[in-house]
């Protein structure tokens, strides 16, 4: 007996990811971490030079505490992202936030637009079911965005076949 082929997924027409903007590199932490150690060193001598040396250890604990928060911070944002995908049948956006959450939302190509505001930014919109995407991204960037899936929506609505039997034909 033979086993049953798999199911193809659907072909992807376009896909836009979008992530947090971390410009905050390894070398920046180490950074970072050499201007608070300092900061702490250049306090604690001060402090003990005052004769209040029970402050020197909580200068310690506090910088340890700082640069612990801005790593958690920096490691969390790296698994948040959202993808905006168009296949045949449904355009999907997922959402994985900070936390590792997932979120999903799909909409039928053929009456979903696309909308830009000021305030709202971007959104998807279909029968008045709004999906906001583009959260990460600039003012700038959602502009663009929305043009380029206006154009892919357009392009999906209007799709042009061609037969190379008709071309001459005419």
Do not use: K
């Amino acid at each position: 007996m033979l086993p049953e082929p798999a199911s193809e997924p659907e072909p992807i027409l376009f896909e836009a990811v979008s992530t947090p903007h971390r410009s905050f590199r390894p070398r920046g932490f180490l950074v970072l971490a050499g201007l608070a150690l300092a900061w702490a060193v250049i306090g604690g001598v001060i402090f003990l030079m005052l004769g209040a040396w029970p402050v020197v250890p909580f200068l310690g604990l506090e910088i340890l505490g700082v640069l612990a928060l801005v790593l958690l911070h920096h490691r969390a944002s790296a698994r948040a992202r959202e993808v905006v995908s168009l296949s045949a049948g449904r355009i999907r956006v997922r959402r994985v936030d900070a936390r590792g959450r997932r979120e999903e939302a799909a909409l039928d190509p053929y009456w979903t637009r696309v909308e830009w505001h000021e305030r709202q930014g971007l959104a998807l919109v279909q029968r008045g079911r709004r999906v906001a995407i583009g959260r990460f991204l600039s003012e700038e960037e959602q502009q663009e965005l929305a043009g380029v899936l206006r154009e892919v929506l357009r392009r999906y609505r209007e799709p042009v076949f061609d037969n190379p039997q008709l071309r001459d034909s005419f």
